[in-house]
């Protein structure tokens, strides 16, 4: 539990949606001009490090490095993450700050591929992929927050050019978190490449793909978070319709990421025992509400309640959602699988991200409230999909036979 609450302390921090997301689409947006689209399209391609997360999956379940198949991919990837940072710190040209970010876009999307694979076999072990995912994305938040907050005052009292640079100058030191939890915290045996091991991890493999369960897991996921996204529509209008400062909207980010973290706790408190089935409908019904709750996005007040509100139920979505793809993922090839699965969510959110920006500024000429109904029933359309999952009784975090055989 501390390993997954200390790398995850990291992701908070360090993925490009954390503190370096305001600081980069303020710099972006100041200094060059740059239109929703622009900024969408440009920070597209640091979405593709995790849409390839199976291929670290596929590395990490077949090829031992150092002696081990996680702690090693584990230590370089945020290894790699605090190098492409400091870089950051050091340039302005928007060509050269895109390759340091996928660089450290990379560094990040191994660390959690590696991370997934070590939840699903604790959770294949103690079945508590609930707990496990619950407890990533709680303290993912706690840094979310303090990201959010610190980001909006480098913006407010710097030059768009030296918020970014001292955001990326603060991220380059948190990878060292992990190098230290994978070196300490991890007990792992011992591997080394062993052909009969491989062709055991190749058959498991092969089953996974041609596992009915995970395709359906995936096609679910897939309509799940195929709702076209706010994020960038909400900060332009913020900043251009509402006249929001930055540093209110960095305000703004965390309490978001508060939300997140009273969905987790109130998720650990009233909803750990009830079925899978029950906990997906309910957070598709609250997906829905939070979407639509960004109609009264009027001001600052209202701006704060939605933001929480919007927190928790996208923390319900996430623990619903990852913890039932972790219970579907065959052993012996669990950082496919996971990585597989997660890749899906990933590609849809840049998909969404960009059909969203791309909504609003060509379709619905800035107009955020048609965005925000198409976005609601897009979330409503999760809903028929539900019934095909045939879950039954089956509680949040239990193993699924398919998944243990």
Same mark, same amino acid.
């Given at each position: 539990?501390?390993?997954?609450?200390?790398?995850y302390?990291?992701?908070?921090?360090?993925?490009?949606?954390?503190?370096?997301?305001?600081?980069?689409?303020y710099?972006?947006?100041q200094?060059?001009?740059?239109?929703?689209?622009?900024?969408t399209?440009?920070?597209?391609?640091?979405?593709?490090?995790?849409?390839?997360?199976?291929?670290?999956?596929?590395?990490?379940?077949?090829?031992?490095?150092?002696?081990?198949?996680?702690?090693?991919?584990?230590?370089?990837?945020?290894?790699?993450?605090?190098?492409?940072?400091?870089?950051?710190?050091?340039?302005?040209?928007?060509?050269?700050?895109?390759?340091?970010l996928?660089?450290?876009?990379?560094?990040?999307?191994?660390?959690?591929?590696?991370?997934?694979?070590?939840?699903?076999?604790?959770?294949?072990?103690?079945?508590?992929?609930?707990?496990?995912?619950?407890?990533?994305?709680?303290?993912?938040?706690?840094?979310?927050?303090?990201?959010?907050?610190?980001?909006?005052?480098?913006?407010?009292?710097?030059?768009?050019?030296?918020?970014?640079?001292?955001?990326?100058?603060?991220?380059?030191?948190?990878?060292?978190?992990?190098v230290?939890?994978?070196?300490?915290?991890?007990?792992?045996?011992?591997?080394?490449?062993?052909?009969?091991?491989?062709r055991?991890?190749?058959?498991?493999?092969?089953?996974?793909?041609?596992?009915?369960?995970?395709?359906?897991?995936?096609?679910?996921?897939?309509?799940?978070?195929?709702?076209?996204?706010?994020?960038?529509?909400?900060?332009?209008?913020?900043?251009?319709?509402?006249?929001?400062?930055?540093?209110? @909207?960095?305000?703004?980010?965390?309490?978001?990421?508060?939300?997140?973290?009273?969905?987790?706790?109130?998720?650990?408190?009233?909803?750990?025992?009830?079925?899978?089935?029950?906990?997906?409908?309910?957070?598709?019904?609250?997906?829905?509400?939070?979407?639509?709750?960004?109609?009264?996005?009027?001001?600052?007040?209202?701006?704060?309640?939605?933001?929480?509100?919007?927190? @928790?139920?996208?923390? @319900?979505?996430?623990?619903?959602?990852?913890?039932?793809?972790?219970?579907?993922?065959?052993?012996?090839?669990?950082?496919?699988?996971?990585?597989?699965?997660?890749?899906?969510?990933?590609?849809?959110?840049?998909?969404?991200?960009?059909?969203?920006?791309?909504?609003?500024?060509?379709?619905?000429?800035?107009?955020?409230?048609?965005?925000?109904?198409?976005?609601?029933?897009?979330?409503?359309?999760?809903?028929?999909?539900?019934?095909?999952?045939?879950?039954?009784g089956?509680?949040?975090?239990?193993?699924?036979?398919?998944?243990?055989?």
């Amino acid at each position: 539990m501390w390993f997954f609450a200390l790398v995850y302390v990291v992701e908070g921090v360090g993925q490009t949606g954390g503190l370096i997301a305001q600081p980069l689409n303020y710099f972006l947006k100041q200094t060059f001009g740059w239109t929703p689209v622009q900024v969408t399209a440009y920070l597209t391609v640091l979405n593709l490090p995790w849409i390839i997360k199976p291929v670290y999956g596929i590395v990490s379940d077949f090829l031992p490095l150092f002696g081990y198949r996680r702690k090693s991919y584990l230590v370089l990837a945020n290894v790699l993450a605090a190098a492409a940072y400091c870089w950051v710190t050091q340039i302005t040209a928007p060509g050269a700050i895109i390759v340091a970010l996928l660089l450290s876009a990379y560094g990040m999307a191994i660390s959690s591929t590696v991370c997934g694979a070590i939840l699903v076999e604790n959770s294949h072990k103690f079945g508590a992929s609930n707990a496990f995912v619950n407890q990533q994305w709680l303290w993912f938040n706690i840094a979310a927050m303090a990201s959010a907050f610190i980001g909006g005052q480098l913006v407010e009292r710097l030059a768009p050019a030296t918020a970014l640079h001292g955001a990326a100058a603060i991220i380059a030191v948190t990878p060292l978190i992990v190098v230290f939890a994978g070196g300490f915290l991890i007990h792992e045996p011992p591997s080394r490449i062993d052909l009969p091991e491989m062709r055991r991890t190749f058959a498991n493999l092969l089953a996974a793909l041609t596992l009915r369960d995970l395709w359906i897991i995936a096609l679910f996921l897939f309509v799940y978070y195929l709702n076209p996204g706010l994020g960038t529509p909400l900060y332009y209008h913020m900043t251009d319709d509402l006249k929001f400062s930055q540093e209110y @909207i960095g305000i703004l980010g965390s309490v978001n990421s508060a939300g997140w973290i009273a969905g987790a706790l109130l998720y650990r408190r009233f909803l750990k025992g009830i079925t899978a089935k029950v906990l997906l409908n309910m957070s598709i019904a609250l997906g829905i509400m939070a979407t639509m709750a960004f109609l009264l996005l009027w001001n600052e007040e209202l701006a704060a309640a939605i933001n929480f509100f919007g927190g @928790i139920a996208t923390m @319900i979505a996430f623990v619903a959602t990852l913890s039932l793809a972790a219970d579907y993922c065959p052993p012996r090839a669990e950082g496919f699988a996971f990585a597989a699965l997660m890749s899906v969510t990933n590609f849809t959110g840049a998909l969404s991200e960009n059909l969203g920006s791309f909504l609003y500024e060509h379709m619905f000429e800035r107009r955020l409230a048609p965005l925000i109904l198409v976005s609601a029933a897009f979330t409503a359309l999760a809903f028929a999909f539900v019934p095909l999952l045939h879950l039954g009784g089956k509680r949040a975090g239990e193993a699924l036979r398919a998944g243990a055989d």
